[in-house]
């Protein structure tokens, strides 16, 4: 189970990089299936290394890695294909806080101090991540719908699909980056009172 865990992990992180050429060659059905798989992973990955006690630090590691590489991944290439500011600046501020958090990690590192990712089911940096999940498939999947779109077959369902979509994108990447704003400030504090035993 833990192979086949760290497998789910691997995937992630592969996928977090191949979505990338299938956007710049608009594969847009192939970007939104392979995305869903990908966050559809995350969830069970970690579920069934805790039902099945089959956690481990490398798997922990990818796990970690995998997350953070299909949401940074997919928002930048979001950015690119829709550079309007309602999405550029939250991406930008969800991207600028991985660095932040990681600058974090990287200084107490050097100290040789742990900073471990809340263990509570819901953390504000499990929404956070939710919201993101959310939000970037709902674009991929407005991205795949306006494929099956003509002249001849535009309807009233598909403008109505595309709209709720886009307002869904919208709406879940300013509720990611509330969440996101709010985790990097529980960050702050834990990192704070932290460097406080360093003599």
Same mark, same amino acid.
């Given at each position: 189970m833990k192979s086949f865990v760290n497998f789910l992990s691997a995937f992630r992180i592969a996928a977090s990089f191949v979505i990338i050429p299938t956007l710049m060659f608009q594969w847009y059905w192939v970007s939104f299936i392979l995305f869903a798989f990908a966050a559809i992973s995350d969830f069970f990955d970690g579920y069934l290394a805790k039902k099945y006690n089959a956690t481990s630090k490398i798997g922990g590691v990818m796990d970690h890695i995998g997350d953070k590489l #299909?949401? @940074?991944n997919t928002m930048i &290439? $979001? !950015? =690119? &294909? &829709?550079?309007?500011?309602?999405i550029v600046v939250p991406a930008i501020i969800m991207i600028a806080r991985e #660095?932040? =958090?990681?600058g #974090?990690?990287?200084? #107490?590192?050097? *100290? %040789? =101090?742990? &900073?471990p990712v809340p263990k509570a089911r819901m953390s504000m940096g499990k929404i956070k991540t939710t919201f993101q999940m959310i939000a970037l498939g709902a674009f991929l999947f407005l991205f795949a719908i306006s494929t099956l779109i003509t002249p001849d077959n535009i309807s009233r369902f598909y403008l109505i699909s595309m709209n709720v $979509?886009? *307002?869904i994108g919208i709406f879940g990447l300013w509720l990611s980056l509330l969440a996101s704003l709010w985790s990097? !400030? *529980?960050? !702050? @504090?834990t990192f704070a009172n932290k460097?406080? %035993?360093?003599k």
């Open positions: #299909l949401v @940074v &290439m $979001l !950015t =690119i &294909m &829709m550079p309007v500011w309602f #660095l932040y =958090i990681s #974090l990690r990287e200084f #107490l590192g050097t *100290q %040789k =101090i742990e &900073m $979509l886009s *307002q990097a !400030t *529980q960050y !702050t @504090v460097i406080k %035993k360093i």
